[in-house]
Structures are given as C-alpha cells and as structure tokens.
C-alpha cells in the first residue's frame, strides 16, 4: 500500500469517527429516535469500533484484512440504506457514515489486471454476507414524533413503528396543560 493511499485511508476514516463523535455531540437524526442495535450494542458504538479497526489495519498495512473489512461494511451499509428506504426516515449522519464506508472500499479496491474478476468476486461474496448478517441480526425500530391536533386532551404523541413484522403501534401522551 503507497504512502498516499494510507494517508488517504487515514484521514477518511478519521473523518468517518468524526461522523459518530458529531452524531453524539448534535444528532437529533435517529439516535434519539430509533431503538437500532445489533446484538444489544448501538450502531453508533459499533461504527466507533469498526472505524477503530480499519485505523488499525490501516496502520499494520494489512491489505485483504481491510479490504475484507471494507466489504462487510459495504453489505451492512447496503442494509442500512435499504432500511432507511423501507422506512422512509432518512439519518444524515448515518448516510454520511455510508458514503464513508463506501469511499475506503472504491479506494482500497486494488484492481490489478490479473486478478480483477477474483478480487470482484471475493468482495461481492463478502458484501452478500456483511448483508445477511445484518438481514438475521439487526435489530430496527423507529419512533416519530408528531402533534395530535383533534383533542385539547392529546396534545403530543408518537407514532411507533416495529419493523420485522411491519406492526404500528400509536403511544398517546397525555398533557396537563
């Protein structure tokens, strides 16, 4: 890996914790509305982590490890974007993570003339299974808030979607005021 490309690498994903760090420090987007985690651990915290390691295995010129790395990624951002998509609220923060991830991949692609179609299929299949193993794992809600204008008695609410078995939940608030 040339001197450049690692620093390219670098600073990529420095701004990617970036991302999160702003994410903790401003984001109203989707962390204080969603519920989405995997294995219990939020997305947020994971993204820090694997944002961590792709420092690392940058730093320890490890080539295939990052590139391997790079296309789960790109399969669980794929998911992500899909999710997004399905339930139409869009993170900010979250697709800039995504296009994040997506540049360190286009970058650490190494299409060398022999072995293009080897390193195609290698990442498609590593792709295919960072997909499937958020499809199985993930674990996805997403509260909205909006106002209930029909009762002086309901002045706010929340409309609460669970998605997995496409079930809407509506949770009234009831107001002193």
Same mark, same amino acid.
């Given at each position: 890996m040339s001197s450049?490309?690692?620093?390219?690498n670098l600073i990529i994903s420095l701004?990617?914790?970036?991302?999160?760090?702003a994410y903790d420090l401003y984001g109203? !987007?989707?962390? !204080? $509305?969603?519920? *989405? *985690? @995997? +294995?219990?651990?939020? @997305?947020?915290h994971l993204g820090l982590f694997y944002m961590g390691m792709l420092i690392l295995l940058n730093l320890l010129r490890k080539e295939l490890i990052l590139l391997l790395l790079l296309s789960f990624g790109v399969g669980a951002e794929i998911y992500l974007i899909g999710f997004q998509i399905t339930n139409e609220v869009y993170c900010y923060y979250c697709l800039a993570f995504e296009a994040i991830?997506? @540049?360190l991949f286009l970058l650490n692609l190494k299409m060398s003339q022999g072995s293009i179609a080897g390193i195609l299929i290698f990442a498609g299949f590593i792709i295919i299974a960072g997909f499937t193993f958020f499809l199985v794992f993930f674990k996805g809600a997403?509260? !909205? !808030? +909006?106002?209930l204008t029909s009762s002086p008695c309901l002045k706010t609410g929340a409309l609460r979607r669970f998605f997995g078995n496409n079930? $809407?939940?509506?949770?009234? +608030?009831?107001?002193? *005021?």
């Amino acid at each position: 890996m040339s001197s450049k490309k690692r620093w390219s690498n670098l600073i990529i994903s420095l701004i990617g914790a970036g991302i999160i760090a702003a994410y903790d420090l401003y984001g109203q !987007s989707c962390a !204080s $509305y969603s519920g *989405n *985690n @995997l +294995f219990g651990i939020e @997305l947020r915290h994971l993204g820090l982590f694997y944002m961590g390691m792709l420092i690392l295995l940058n730093l320890l010129r490890k080539e295939l490890i990052l590139l391997l790395l790079l296309s789960f990624g790109v399969g669980a951002e794929i998911y992500l974007i899909g999710f997004q998509i399905t339930n139409e609220v869009y993170c900010y923060y979250c697709l800039a993570f995504e296009a994040i991830i997506a @540049l360190l991949f286009l970058l650490n692609l190494k299409m060398s003339q022999g072995s293009i179609a080897g390193i195609l299929i290698f990442a498609g299949f590593i792709i295919i299974a960072g997909f499937t193993f958020f499809l199985v794992f993930f674990k996805g809600a997403v509260v !909205s !808030s +909006f106002v209930l204008t029909s009762s002086p008695c309901l002045k706010t609410g929340a409309l609460r979607r669970f998605f997995g078995n496409n079930k $809407y939940l509506i949770l009234r +608030f009831l107001s002193k *005021n």
